[in-house]
């Protein structure tokens, strides 16, 4: 499964990941363990390759939504002032913004990174950090980013009534949230570090 969540399909990518979610259900200390053991090896780079690529298109997304809103003129969140054509072009734009709330394979890889350090398991914490290899990814940092770029949407979202956007935010704090339990020093020194506070 961990192979083919960089298949070229999205389809194959998605099938993994919704079949890791189900082995790390339930705080699956063996499957954890497996995995560590697993993802150690700079040869499972691209597992951490295709997580950081997939957060990373949704953090564009969301920036190239908020660039177009500011250059309209309109905040995300204002819509007191908007004639009722910039409403629909905000709201045709909105719906493609919400596609990333409704994307199965960004929130199920959320999912599965926060099943992965659940119950601080600390060697596969520690890999949201930092991986062996010639590349590594910062998956702690990405959804910190991620977060960042998402929270300016969030009232539009509660405006909008569309709990998507919503849910994503909860998973990716719920992720953050195990990533750093146990307490996980280096990926709180990270959080600590960043602009969620």
């Known amino acids: 499964a961990v192979q083919l969540t960089s298949h070229t399909s999205k389809a194959v990518q998605l099938a993994a990941v919704e079949l890791l979610v189900t082995l790390l259900q339930g705080g ?17 780079q691209n597992f951490f390759k295709t997580l950081d690529a997939t957060f990373e298109a949704a953090i564009l997304l969301i920036s190239d939504f908020r660039a177009l809103m500011a250059a309209r ?53 520690n890999l949201m950090l930092k991986q062996a290899g010639a590349s590594s990814y910062n998956l702690v940092g990405k959804c910190l980013r991620l977060f960042a770029a998402l929270e300016p949407v969030l009232s539009d979202a ?5 709990a998507s956007l919503v849910l994503l935010a909860v998973q ?3 992720t953050i ?21």
């Open 28 to 44: 699956n200390r063996r499957v954890q363990e497996s995995l560590g053991l697993l993802l150690r090896s700079p040869k499972q």
């Open 73 to 125: 003129g309109i905040a995300a969140d204002d819509s007191h002032s908007m004639t009722s054509g910039d409403q629909h072009e905000q709201s045709e734009d909105y719906k493609r913004l919400t596609g990333i709330g409704r994307q199965s394979l960004l929130l199920l890889s959320l999912r599965v990174l926060q099943l992965m350090c659940r119950g601080r398991c600390r060697a596969l914490q």
């Open 158 to 162: 509660l405006r909008h009534r569309d």
């Open 172 to 174: 990716l704090l719920d």
């Open 177 to 197: 949230r195990d990533m750093c339990g146990g307490p996980n020093l280096r990926n709180q020194k990270e959080v600590i570090s960043s602009d969620l506070f």
